[in-house]
């Protein structure tokens, strides 16, 4: 069981160990604290320890025991001379080891190496080594990538113990002291071989003869001198393995450094790059280029010139004439380059991180601008972080380069604001122009046949519909720009990628992706959206992008991880996957429905019940008794307008209406109930006058006239006096001196046409209707006797009902 436990046990702390592994790093940096010895208080969870520029003098048994995690230690630049075989045996995960500038003297006896198998970097260099004989402990680190040594002897078999393992870099430290004997590397398996001249000159002849017979790449740094004897050295030498040559950190003259090349591009070497150059004593003459070669490329990094006096123009041309098919000149302050004098067979140049202006390739002579014709291979030109302005004038620079592919121009001032057409050459499929300050117009600036482009960071606003045709464009990036919604591709039918991230979309209308039936690939992520109605066929959209469901076949990037809203302000912040935008408050004609029917039918109901219960007619019936009470309340009547008025009212009617009006008008309106003085035919008429002077008599001296109206009534001749005397009557009375009583449905035309007075009536002022309805009774007398309701003429000033 105790074997059984343990193994359970170290399977269990390696699993922890790993997950503890895979978190971030944990940096901890004592550098320049003085420190005599490694502190006892590290944190468990450091991975990266900095304890360089300290005076630490010993590593002991113990010193990283709590320090498990541990993945690179920089203990550089102090005073060590002895480090204990156990030191690192609790550091199982040590990757990187820097042990350089210390006094350190015994290679061979590095048995702390034993417990260090996963290094992939160690840096022994500038340390006290007599000799390179490097000890069994090395044949240990199988996964060593970087190894830097330094020893003043360098001897055959002092790499023997390393001679299976294959390293990516050697780095070697040389002093003046060297002492190297030939053939010593050639137990090394190294791509890669730096050798750092601590004293600034090229030492030991045989180290530099192997270095260039045994390694496909060698660099050779820190260099201000020496150079005329490697120039020798290279052009004696047979034959030469090295393909990659790179010269780091050096000061040379003009004339060693031309030379140089010159003799390189007659060797096997096809790579040639010299970085951190101080250059000196520059021409005033063009220098002579070899014009055949076997170099393939050639390119300087961060060259700075000591002289303020020389020929820029003798600089140029000599680089620019270079037999290479590519040529890469960068983070230099060139203002200028020229064209070459001759047909180049340069396929690639990169000008990137310089200053060259709009004048590019250009020449004037005669006060006249000539373009540069003999750079017709180059195949791809990087001008990225330049003095760029003017896009049109660019396209002139370029438009003999017939063979130009791909052309990138970020990070420049360029806008494109002149009348003029551009003049692309026919085959450039590959355009950056990202970073710049072009808008919209640059669609009219573009070659016909790009298949790539990149406007990423510019001010485009929106994409003209107008736009010149681009047949092939297979791939447009407007990230960070203006746009405001998705762009047509009328211009692009080929279109399968549109990138579109940080712009101004609010709500992107999907039905313009119509446009563009190629299209698979969209990125609108981190814009700006407004998640109202509006934005619902684009998350529709989104989610079958995500389900793989649908006909669209379009992947929307980053969805739905990189897509918030921004209002309204209760769903901010929040994925536009997560929120929810009902279909009714949405969809007009749901929302209509959902709002119109419920109205519809409590509209029904509401009139099927006022139908039910006569509610229209007691309302009509309130509303007439209402008025009548308040013109009762606000016409005042003077006295001497009432003089002779005896009655409240002359009743009209026909004789066969007299039944209802005996047995109900009058006792409603004469009773107790009413109170009221009624006149009418068989009551008032007075014996001996005649008929027209009885209904004169009646109708002067009531304070109003009721017809009672009905088939009978307008088939009446005397009704139709009655009426006739009561209407030229209410001209001095006032309009509410007639009241019309509707004993039954009377239609417009039973009426005759000599009653057109009644019709007129009729038509404009409201009638009571006599109800059917029992239940009814009760409302219409009150209704009437508020009608009819006056004081007569017993007080000064009466208020009467109108």
């Known amino acids: 069981m105790r074997p059984m436990n343990a193994a359970l046990w170290l399977a269990a702390m390696i699993v922890g160990l790993q997950q503890i592994a895979s978190s971030p790093d944990v940096v901890v940096n004592l550098s320049s604290k003085n420190l005599s010895s490694v502190p006892r208080d590290l944190p468990q969870t450091v991975t990266n320890l900095d304890l360089s520029c300290n005076r630490i003098q010993q ?41 350089s500038h210390n006094r350190l003297k015994n290679l061979s006896g590095q048995q702390y190496l034993l417990h260090t198998g996963n290094l992939r970097m160690l840096n022994l260099s500038c340390n006290t080594f007599p000799s390179m004989t490097l000890g069994s402990a090395f044949s240990t680190l199988v996964k060593l990538q970087r190894l830097a040594l330094g020893a003043k002897n360098i001897s055959v078999g002092d790499f023997k113990n390393i001679a299976g393992m294959k390293l990516c ?4 430290c040389v002093g003046d002291e060297l002492a190297y ?55 004696q030498r047979a034959g030469i393995h090295t393909t990659h040559l790179y010269l780091t950190n050096i000061s040379i003259k003009w004339k060693d450094l031309t030379d140089c090349v010159n003799v390189i591009l007659q060797t096997s070497i ?86 060259l202006s709009d004048s590019i390739f250009s020449r004037v002579e005669h006060q006249e601008i000539l373009e540069c014709e003999n750079l017709g291979n180059v195949r791809k030109l990087i001008l990225i972080n330049n003095n760029l302005k003017s896009l049109q004038l660019l396209s002139k620079r370029v438009q003999y380069m017939k063979s130009l592919q791909h052309l990138a121009l970020s990070l420049n001032s360029l806008v494109y604001e002149s ?27 573009l070659p016909k046949g790009i298949e790539t482009l990149d406007l990423e960071n510019n ?64 990125d609108v992520s981190s814009n700006p959206f407004t998640c109202t109605c509006s934005l619902r066929s684009f998350i529709r959209l989104a989610t079958k992008s995500k389900q793989k469901t649908g006909n669209t076949g379009l992947e929307l990037v980053s969805w739905p991880l990189n897509y918030y809203c921004i209002y309204p302000e209760d769903v901010r912040d929040s994925t536009l996957n997560s929120i929810w935008l009902p279909e009714v408050s949405c969809d007009v004609g749901i929302l209509a429905a959902t709002i119109l029917c419920p109205a519809v039918i409590m509209i029904v109901v509401v009139l099927t019940v006022c139908h039910r219960l006569d509610i229209p007619w007691y309302m009509g019936m309130i509303w007439q008794w209402v008025r009548a009470k308040h013109r009762a309340r606000m016409q005042q009547v003077r006295p001497e307008d009432l003089v002779g008025v005896e009655f409240h009212a002359f009743v009209s009617y026909s004789q066969h209406d007299a039944d209802w009006v005996h047995n109900s008008l009058l006792p409603n309106l004469e009773g107790p109930a009413g109170g009221l003085q009624i006149s009418h035919h068989e009551k008032n008429f007075v014996p001996g006058k005649t008929i027209i002077e009885n209904i004169i008599g009646c109708v002067e001296k009531s304070r109003r006239s009721v017809f ?73 007398w009150a209704n009437l006797r508020a009608a009819l309701q006056a004081n007569l003429p017993n007080a000064p000033v009466t208020e009467i009902q109108g």
């Open 169 to 172: 870099t050697l780095t070697l």
């Open 708 to 780: 009672v109206l009905s088939a009978h009534f307008v088939k009446s001749e005397w009704c139709h006096y009655e009426l006739y005397f009561a209407s030229h009557h209410r001209l001095a009375r006032g309009s509410d001196s007639i009241v019309l009583v509707l004993l039954e449905p009377l239609p417009q035309y039973t009426i005759p046409s000599k009653y057109y007075q009644l019709k007129s009536m009729m038509g404009r002022h409201t009638y009571l209707e006599w109800p059917q309805d029992r239940a009814k009774h009760r409302l219409f």
């Open 459 to 522: 001010q485009v606003s929106v994409v003209p519909s107008s736009v010149l045709k681009m047949e092939n464009l297979l791939s447009l990036n407007l990230n960070s720009n203006r746009l405001r919604d998705l762009p047509v591709c009328d211009g692009f039918p080929m279109l399968s990628e549109l990138m579109l991230k940080s712009n101004s979309l609010h709500a992107p209308s999907v039905n313009k992706l119509e446009s563009c039936p190629k299209l698979k690939t969209l």
């Open 270 to 355: 096809t790579h040639l790059a010299a970085s951190d150059v101080t250059l000196y004593n520059l021409p005033y003459i063009d220098t002579p280029v070899i014009q055949t070669s076997q170099m393939k490329s050639f390119s300087a990094r961060m060259v700075v010139v000591t002289a303020f006096f020389f020929s820029q123009e003798a600089v140029y041309n000599f680089f620019i004439n270079l037999p290479v098919e590519t040529v890469s000149i960068t983070e230099i302050p060139i203002i200028h380059m020229t064209c070459p004098k001759s047909q180049s067979p340069i396929l690639e140049l990169d000008f990137s991180y310089c200053s």
């Open 59 to 99: 590593l002991h048994k113990g010193d990283f025991q709590n320090t498990t995690l541990l993945k690179s230690l920089n203990v550089s630049w102090n005073i060590l001379e002895e480090i204990d075989p156990a030191t690192f045996l609790n550091t199982p995960l040590l990757e990187e080891l820097d042990l």
């Open 419 to 445: 009348p003029e057409e551009c003049v692309w050459p026919p085959n450039i499929t590959n355009m950056t122009l990202a970073s710049n300050g072009l808008t919209e117009s640059v669609f009219k600036c």
């Open 181 to 235: 004997e030939a053939g010593s590397l050639k137990d090394v398996q190294a791509e890669r071989l730096q050798i750092t001249f601590t004293s600034n000159q090229i030492v030991g002849r045989d180290v530099v003869e192997d270095a260039l017979s045994l390694f496909v790449q060698v660099e050779l740094m820190n260099l201000s001198g020496g150079f005329r004897e490697l120039t020798q050295q290279l052009r």
